[in-house]
């Protein structure tokens, strides 16, 4: 079982920066794609960025291209969202998500991940 914790969320001005984290309790980090999703209330969940099992290739939705970065860092079991000039849009609870062995044909779709965190809230004002 894996357990993954996020941290990082609160409210913030537009044009602001925040770093989320996501925490995993799990020996096989590395084996672990890992994903950032977003829901926005009476929104669907949404692919917002992920990162391979090395940390060498991301993927970003387009709506946040330029203006988040993913990162990880397997030694410590944490994979990382930094974002930057915030809008109001971008205020959603934010999940960390992960793929055992990166399996599934898309990893922007939220059914190719096996386990969730509980979500940590961003809210951007304007």
Do not use: H
């Not at 001005?13 to 925040?18: E, K, N």
């Not at 387009?62 to 990382?80: C, P």
Request: proline share 3%; net charge positive.
């Amino acid at each position: 079982q894996v357990q993954l914790v996020e941290s990082g969320g609160g409210p913030v001005q537009a044009g602001d920066s925040l770093r989320l984290s996501c925490a995993a309790s799990v020996r096989t980090f590395s084996g672990y794609v890992m994903g950032w999703f977003r829901q926005a209330p009476g929104k669907e969940r949404e692919f917002v960025a992920a990162i391979s099992r090395s940390g060498s290739s991301t993927y970003y939705a387009d709506s946040v291209k330029g203006r988040f970065t993913t990162s990880r860092d397997n030694a410590k079991n944490t994979v990382y969202l930094q974002m930057n000039s915030l809008k109001p849009e971008d205020t959603a609870v934010y999940y960390c998500a992960a793929n055992w062995l990166g399996a599934g044909s898309s990893w922007s779709s939220p059914s190719t991940y096996n386990y969730w965190g509980q979500g940590t809230q961003v809210t951007v004002s304007s």
